[in-house]
């Protein structure tokens, strides 16, 4: 998956290049101008510049208080019945162009551009790759029902957790922002880019 995506993006960056070149060579500064706001293709490369994350969800859930008392030994004894599940996961991120927050404006030499903010787009956890143990008292028997209602608890918590990591939603800007300076640079302009309500940042500051 990771390497079709970033030959999607190699294509499309190489692709940029010859045509700003050819267009450059043929009719001069309007037609970058063009390249340079045109919107589906920043949309392209938003789309294409999304960051996958992978890693392993973990949970377990039991009927102990594993306090050391005598009726929490009794319940081990007798009743307990303690769940573990480990599944791995894929999470994506990067901005939805399902909106109408993509804006693109040019004054003079420099290009605004304004995206939404990176969220969570998609979450997929591996259920075919998932292990899980159990153990249960001499009063207890294995439950299928339980167990789904683990892994229930453990998708709900590891979505939620993926949808307010700033730290990932960070990691997805910086490489939209990586992808964008290789598209622009060539081209010579100076860009401004915001994600939501952030203030805009620079993508070639001035030394």
Known sequence: ???????????????????????????????????????????????????????????????LTNDGSWTDAVRKLFIENTVTISIPYIAKYGVSMDTNDLKITQKDNVVSIHLPEPKLLSFEMRLDK????????????????????????????????MEQSTKNKELAKEKIITILKSYYQPLGYQVELSFGSTQSISLFPKS
């Open 130 to 161: 998932a292990n899980s143990s159990s153990t249960q008292g001499w009063m207890q028997a294995q439950s299928n029902d339980l167990y789904n209602q683990v892994q229930k608890k453990l998708y709900q918590q590891s979505r939620t957790e």
């Open 1 to 63: 998956m990771k390497i079709r995506h970033w030959l999607l993006l190699l294509i499309l960056m190489l692709g940029i290049a010859a045509l700003t070149y050819f267009i450059g060579r043929q009719s001069g500064s309007v037609k970058i101008t063009h390249i340079a706001t045109n919107e589906l293709l920043i949309k392209q490369i938003a789309e294409l510049s999304s960051l996958e994350v992978q890693g392993n969800a973990q949970i377990a859930q039991t009927n």
